[in-house]
């Protein structure tokens, strides 16, 4: 059964960070790229970020980059997600998901996780 499992979301302050993991299993983790997708409040999908099956190629949104960082453990089937200098346009439920290929496009994904809430507010 394929599961993944995000967790450290919560609330913090503007300017804060927070760190998201995702663990996977059910699935080879080394062999599929992986992906950060937020979506706020009223709002569709934001694809974040991805990471290739290595983690040595990685990519981000425009706004996220610089203040976002991904990364990857292939030996403990989880991915990271490094979030600095939050802002309150970050606030959103992250989604953490899996693909054989590289794509932007969420709904192409075939493995999401529930998702964890992050909320950035003074």
């Known amino acids: 059964q394929v599961q993944l499992v995000e967790s450290g979301g919560g609330w913090v302050q503007p300017g804060g960070s927070l760190r998201l993991s995702c663990t996977a299993s059910?699935?080879?983790?080394?062999?599929?790229?992986m992906y950060w997708v937020r979506q706020a409040p009223g709002k569709g999908l934001e694809w974040v970020s991805a990471?290739?099956?290595?983690?040595?190629?990685?990519y981000y949104a425009d706004s996220v980059k610089g203040r976002f960082t991904i990364s990857r453990d292939n030996a403990k089937n989880t991915m990271y997600l490094q979030m600095n200098s939050l802002k309150p346009e970050d606030t959103a439920l992250y989604y953490c998901?899996?693909?054989?290929?590289?794509?932007?496009?969420?709904?192409?994904?075939?493995?999401w996780g529930q998702g964890t809430q992050v909320t950035v507010s003074s």
């Open positions: 998901a899996s693909d054989l290929v590289a794509t932007v496009h969420p709904t192409e994904y075939d493995y």
């Open positions: 059910g699935f080879t983790f080394s062999n599929y790229w």
């Open positions: 990471i290739n099956t290595v983690g040595v190629n990685t």
